[in-house]
RNA sequence: CGCGGGGUGGAGCAGUCUGGUAGCUCGUCAGGCUCAUAACCUGAAGGUCAUGAGUUCAAAUCUCAUCCCCGCAA
């Protein structure tokens, strides 16, 4: 089989490394513009672009891949199957019908549930127990097409989204080169999914960060796993930014001031408590604004925290 | 070169303007004491003041360059 390859991020990197090990020819890496990324002036191409050229495979970088020119590109490419894997830019049906087969894509979720930009980190935040990944095959809608294969896997109570996208990218390799290989034999079903059970899983902003203490120290718990790396869990403290990057919900016997949520109850070696709508939070790893990260026990080390000061 | 803050023992900071012995609070370690409990008392260890060059009798401090970290923005 000769394939395309679509993919920008990090998740999709497991599958270029399993489809270019395999007896499939990726011919050609697509992959997002070089774009600025982070403070100062670091102008960098993709993860798959690094990887695609470390593999000697051919790079292209449309601006927009709808285009006319991108759409002329792919023409001249006598290509068996598109395969798009966390790739940033929606195509366009006029570009799904290029390849002679179609169009497959790579979701992390187990779909109809989680479409959309930010799989991961919604099951994570709604405390899902288990998600996955499935293959569709592409429609101009997305994550609407019909289900070629899918596969679960659990989600630990110590995952964060970060853990969890690592087990997910390699499970989405699996599941994707052993499709290629049943669509190659034409071995394959197309099932369609059911549209009344769908849910979505919008690309997550700053403010989805931001710790409501009136909600339970689970539910706090699971948005602090969620939001790792971006756009990481947040209170305030004295005013200022106050980044929580680990913490564990915990039982408090009998909250007798549950009319004062975000109320810090305690200090120890263990970190910073504080009481949420029902149980308390256990604050572990955080970073004040313009601060390093640090273990909870280290900032406890540097700053006098008054027990009854709120967050938020 | 998008805007801004910063780098001083393990943590948090003062000192920089106005150059002159490396300081404070906390932690760590040792001993003591003990229902004062993130306990208390005594003592100790631990620092190329981000890096390089320059000015100077003398630089954490002034000058220039570089590196790194963080907030905003994406």
């Known amino acids: ?133 499935t293959v569709i095959k592409m429609t101009a809608k997305m994550d609407e097409g019909p289900v070629i294969s899918r596969e679960q896997i659990g989600i630990e109570p110590e995952d964060t989204v970060i853990t969890l996208e690592e087990k997910l990218s390699e499970l989405a390799a699996r599941l994707l080169t052993s499709a290629v290989s049943s669509i190659e034999k034409n071995k394959y079903s197309l099932i369609p999914q059911d549209e009344n059970s769908a849910s979505y899983a919008p690309k997550l902003k700053k403010e989805n960060g931001r710790i409501d203490w009136r909600k339970n120290a689970v539910e706090i718990q699971n948005l602090v796993r969620g939001c790792a790396g971006w756009p990481g869990a947040f209170t305030f403290y004295k005013n200022k930014l106050l980044k929580i990057y680990r913490a564990r919900a915990i039982q408090m016997p009998d909250s007798k001031r549950p009319e004062k949520p975000g109320e810090i109850s305690g200090i120890s070696k263990a970190g910073v408590l504080v009481r949420a709508q029902e149980g308390g939070l256990l604050i572990e790893e955080l970073q004040m604004e313009g601060k390093r990260r640090m273990e909870a026990r280290d900032f406890i080390a540097g700053h006098k925290i008054p027990v009854g000061e709120r967050l938020g």
């Open 1 to 133: 089989m000769n394939i395309i390859f679509f993919g920008s991020s990090k998740f999709a990197a497991p599958s270029l490394r399993a489809l270019s090990a395999s007896k499939h020819r990726v011919s050609c890496v697509v992959t997002q513009p070089d774009r600025h990324k982070g403070r100062g002036l670091h102008f960098s191409g993709t993860a798959i672009k690094t990887l695609a050229q470390a593999s000697g495979i051919r790079v292209f970088q449309p601006e927009r891949v709808n285009s006319k020119e991108a759409l002329d590109f792919f023409k001249g490419t006598a290509c068996d199957l598109f395969v798009v894997i966390s790739y940033g830019q929606i195509l366009s049906q006029k570009v799904l019908d290029i390849p002679k087969l179609f169009s497959i894509n790579v979701h992390a979720s187990l779909l109809p549930k989680y479409r959309g930009a930010a799989p991961i980190s919604w099951a994570v935040i709604n405390g899902e127990t288990r998600t996955g990944a």
